[in-house]
């Protein structure tokens, strides 16, 4: 490519220029509560129990300052990407981001649920409310998404086609329903859901490229792909490449900010580096986000 890779956060601005994109969209990203923000720091700063590697996180910073990072960046839509670990949290979760998203435009409204009696109605509400991406996170939660408790809700998100960010892969760490079997399940009796298969369902990658091939609205998003980090722990075969290339249409920008091991551009070069042109980047960066959500440039 006749573009150079980002050298550094300052300059992934000219790297999305050159690109010829009006920005980024993330649809990985995370703001939560601050309580809850650093009870997920505190478990990253003991990672090398949980998972054998070191994980600094790069971006502890107070909440108006992660923001202005994002736009420094020019990430100009992203979520927040609440996920609850137990019952009772997700309702609270889903207030506290949309007041998050109220007076901010650049915020993509953001919900969750967990299976428990409440959630049909919880999760209708977030939709009258205007909630535009929900999160779910199987390993946090540890729980089946094929819990007779979620029927009426990807049921609604179904007929909604409201996306999904989902991490069901089995990195970077195995819970006891992780893995391609239940999200396969659920596909088969939710075939129209808008699935965003999160960290490419890493390390299944090969499995989740088999779902995103297979069913009309399963999207792939690039968190912490083909990094350094990830590719230590839990490497891409390169011989897929040329399948990630036909997905092109299906592959959305995912970064997992604040919360990553290296600087927002290293997500960028790794994407850069897998060689697959710039009209793949052009997708990725941007075009997919922008017309899963419906975005202006």
């Known amino acids: 490519m006749s573009i150079a890779e980002p050298a550094d956060d300052g300059d992934v601005p000219r ?3 050159e690109l010829g994109l009006p920005g980024l ?24 129990t949980h998972y054998g590697a070191d994980w600094p996180v790069a971006y502890v910073l107070p ?21 609850p670990h137990k019952p009772g949290m997700a309702a609270w979760l889903n207030e506290w981001s949309a007041g998050f998203a109220a007076a ?72 006891e329903h992780t893995g ?23 390390p299944e990658y090969r499995e989740f490229l088999d779902l995103a091939e297979r069913y009309e609205r399963v999207h792939l998003d690039t968190t912490m792909f083909a990094t350094d980090f990830t590719e230590r722990l839990m490497p891409f075969d ?7 290339s036909a997905l092109r249409a299906k592959v959305l920008l995912g970064s997992d900010f604040p919360s990553i091991p290296y600087a927002y551009a290293h997500q960028l070069q790794a994407l850069h580096r897998l060689e697959l042109g710039e009209e793949w980047l052009r997708a990725v960066l941007w075009e997919n986000g922008a017309r899963l959500f419906a975005l202006e440039a």
């Open 15 to 17: 790297y999305w220029q």
């Open 25 to 48: 969209v993330d649809v990985h990203v995370h703001f939560l509560p601050e309580r809850v923000q650093a009870k997920v720091w505190e478990y990253f700063e003991a990672a090398g």
């Open 63 to 83: 909440e108006e300052d992660r923001l202005a990072v994002l736009d420094r960046l020019g990430v100009r839509a992203f979520p927040t990407l609440p996920y």
């Open 104 to 175: 901010r435009p650049q915020v993509l409204r953001s919900a969750t649920f967990y299976p428990e009696p409440e959630a049909p109605a919880y999760v209708a509400a977030a939709l009258d409310a205007g909630a535009r991406v929900f999160k779910v996170h199987v390993q946090v939660g540890s729980f089946d998404p094929r819990d007779p408790l979620l029927d009426d809700v990807w049921a609604r998100l179904e007929q909604t086609g409201t996306p999904i960010v989902i991490h069901c892969g089995s990195g970077p760490l195995a819970g």
């Open 180 to 202: 391609p079997e239940p999200v396969t399940g659920l596909l088969e009796r939710y075939p129209r859901l808008q699935l965003v298969i999160a960290h490419l369902g890493m």
């Open 238 to 244: 390169p011989a897929d490449r040329p399948r990630l």
